[in-house]
T-cell receptor, first 113, second 111 residues
Framework: GAVVSQHPSRVICKSGTSVKIECRSLDFQATTMFWYRQFPKQSLMLMATSNEGSKATYEQGVEKDKFLINHASLTLSTLTVTSAHPEDSSFYIC?????????FGEGSRLTVL | KNEVEQSPQNLTAQEGEFITINCSYSVGISALHWLQQHPGGGIVSLFMLSSGKKKHGRLIATINIQEKHSSLHITASHPRDSAVYICAAGLGGAGSYQLTFGKGTKLSVIP
């Protein structure tokens, strides 16, 4: 079946630094990828929809300048958390659809010190 | 906006028990997804349903479109089934698919 790979799985960074998370579709082309954030014991919250070759669509309340999304190819979308702060510490996960089915990356647990 | 309600929130079962998790949604959908989230955070898609019933191993998912209700059943539950099960209502087409997630059901299966 289709596979979505996400990297890194865990990252710890200092406050004020930027962190990049990669999401790759390994055996299919994904024109659209979705980025979610999940705080402990809460539901997945859609942050943005990443569209290959065009600007991402952000959900209300998500800062575009803080969470930079780049979808430069049909197999790679990246999420960069800029000037990270402790409140950005969370679990970030990407997904893509193929033939209607959902495929998720492994997730990235970000801790900002 | 679709509202997705799951029940129960938490469920503890003895190994071997038959388990049912319920999901209700408020507006029409394109498909209903059942997801499994492991303690480490990884998410696996179990089922995508638009009508009827699907079975995969010990897992069975059903949906009643008229009643806007879906159930996930696990037969002969096993400790490795312990996870959070999430239903998600999907609406839209290829470029604009919107998912609304339930809050999840945390299942613990005790040996």
């Amino acid at each position: 079946g289709a596979v979505v790979s996400q990297h890194p799985s865990r990252v710890i960074c200092k406050s004020g630094t930027s962190v990049k998370i990669e999401c790759r579709s390994l055996d299919f082309q994904a024109t659209t990828m979705f980025w979610y954030r999940q705080f402990p014991k809460q539901s997945l919250m859609l942050m943005a929809t990443s569209n290959e070759g065009s600007k991402a669509t952000y959900e209300q309340g998500v800062e575009k300048d803080k969470f930079l999304i780049n979808h430069a190819s049909l197999t790679l979308s990246t999420l960069t958390v800029t000037s990270a702060h402790p409140e950005d510490s969370s679990f970030y996960i990407c997904s893509a659809r193929q033939s209607g089915e959902l495929f998720f990356g492994e997730g990235s647990r970000l801790t900002v010190l | 906006k679709n509202e997705v309600e799951q029940s129960p929130q938490n469920l503890t079962a003895q190994e071997g028990e038959f388990i049912t998790i319920n999901c209700s949604y408020s507006v029409g959908i394109s498909a209903l997804h059942w997801l499994q989230q492991h303690p480490g955070g990884g998410i696996v898609s179990l089922f995508m349903l638009s009508s009827g019933k699907k079975k995969h191993g010990r897992l069975i998912a059903t949906i009643n479109i008229q009643e806007k209700h879906s159930s996930l059943h696990i037969t002969a539950s096993h400790p490795r089934d312990s996870a959070v099960y999430i239903c998600a209502a999907g609406l839209g087409g290829a470029g604009s698919y919107q998912l609304t997630f339930g809050k999840g059901t945390k299942l613990s299966v005790i040996p």
